[in-house]
């Protein structure tokens, strides 16, 4: 999909706030790190402190644009995550929020293991089994509504497509391709979102943007409605949005 970069920066920078946390995860005095999914770049700089070498990664040329501008020095690169090109070199996999976009898990993880060395760590954080789920049966009920009142037939939305596994779904995909798995575990995460009255439909924005971008604005705008309607009375708290994520956060190392 396509990303505003700038936006994601300004808006919800929460997902590298949150994630600031992962990085205790990683010990210190590492050789090679990738970040995979790193967005604008907001945690790869602290990787360098704990790493001789980090790559970025992002399917995203607007967010590599922005990643490279905030560290020149490090090395970014415009590329899917399933297309890494390491062989058994590569001493951790640091990823925060970006796995659940990624809809061909089995090769994604075959990938992963191919890239790093025996005794190398995937340290990573992602959506878990429920996460936005208020969010996404709202937002799915209005789309489908507004496409009908279109005269436009039911639609297979891309937001029903993110990968949102249960710790353990994911601990045994892991398992099968090699991994030893040291932490695997969800939590809720409720998140507030910036910007008041305007957060959700800024959010809505940004993350439902694929299926979005086939509706006229107007009909997008009915669509921000109904779902703020749908979930006001659950989700709106002391003038704004609060979000209901819920995370998996694991430690893995390979054979």
Same mark, same amino acid.
């Given at each position: 999909?396509?990303?505003?970069?700038?936006?994601?920066?300004?808006?919800?920078?929460?997902?590298?706030?949150?994630?600031?946390?992962?990085?205790?995860? &990683?010990?210190?005095?590492? #050789?090679?790190?990738?970040?995979? !999914?790193?967005?604008?770049? %907001?945690?790869?700089? *602290?990787?360098? $402190?704990?790493?001789?070498?980090?790559?970025?990664?992002?399917?995203?040329?607007?967010?590599?644009?922005?990643?490279?501008?905030?560290?020149?020095?490090?090395?970014?690169?415009?590329?899917?995550?399933?297309?890494?090109?390491?062989?058994?070199?590569?001493?951790?996999?640091?990823?925060?929020?970006?796995?659940?976009?990624?809809?061909?898990?089995?090769?994604?993880?075959?990938v992963m293991a191919r890239a790093l060395r025996p005794g190398g760590l &995937?340290?990573?954080?992602? #959506?878990?089994?429920?996460?936005? !789920?208020?969010?996404?049966? %709202?937002?799915?009920? *209005?789309?489908? $509504?507004?496409?009908?009142?279109?005269?436009?037939?039911?639609?297979?939305?891309?937001?029903?497509?993110?990968?949102?596994?249960?710790?353990?779904?994911?601990?045994?995909?892991?398992?099968?391709?090699?991994?030893?798995?040291?932490?695997?575990?969800?939590?809720?995460?409720?998140?507030?979102?910036?910007?008041?009255?305007?957060?959700?439909?800024?959010?809505?924005?940004?993350?439902?943007?694929?299926?979005?971008?086939?509706?006229?604005?107007?009909?997008?705008?009915?669509?921000?409605?109904?779902?703020?309607?749908?979930?006001?009375?659950?989700?709106?708290?002391?003038?704004?949005?609060?979000?209901?994520?819920?995370?998996?956060?694991?430690?893995?190392?390979?054979?």
């Amino acid at each position: 999909m396509d990303w505003d970069a700038r936006l994601y920066d300004q808006s919800h920078d929460f997902v590298a706030a949150y994630g600031e946390k992962l990085l205790g995860l &990683l010990p210190d005095g590492l #050789g090679f790190v990738v970040d995979v !999914g790193c967005g604008t770049g %907001a945690l790869t700089e *602290a990787l360098t $402190a704990r790493a001789a070498r980090v790559v970025g990664i992002d399917a995203s040329p607007d967010m590599i644009v922005q990643a490279r501008m905030r560290l020149p020095r490090v090395e970014f690169l415009v590329m899917d995550a399933c297309d890494m090109p390491w062989n058994g070199c590569v001493d951790a996999l640091f990823s925060n929020a970006a796995l659940h976009w990624i809809e061909d898990q089995e090769r994604l993880t075959s990938v992963m293991a191919r890239a790093l060395r025996p005794g190398g760590l &995937l340290v990573c954080e992602f #959506g878990a089994q429920g996460n936005i !789920g208020r969010i996404r049966a %709202a937002f799915g009920a *209005a789309f489908q $509504a507004v496409l009908a009142g279109e005269g436009i037939g039911p639609a297979h939305l891309n937001s029903e497509r993110f990968y949102f596994p249960s710790a353990q779904e994911y601990a045994a995909l892991l398992s099968r391709h090699g991994f030893s798995v040291r932490l695997a575990e969800e939590y809720d995460r409720p998140t507030p979102l910036k910007g008041g009255e305007e957060g959700l439909a800024r959010w809505m924005a940004q993350f439902f943007a694929q299926d979005l971008d086939c509706v006229a604005p107007e009909a997008q705008e009915k669509v921000f409605a109904a779902v703020a309607d749908a979930l006001r009375a659950s989700m709106w708290n002391n003038g704004g949005w609060i979000a209901d994520y819920r995370r998996l956060r694991v430690v893995a190392v390979k054979h």
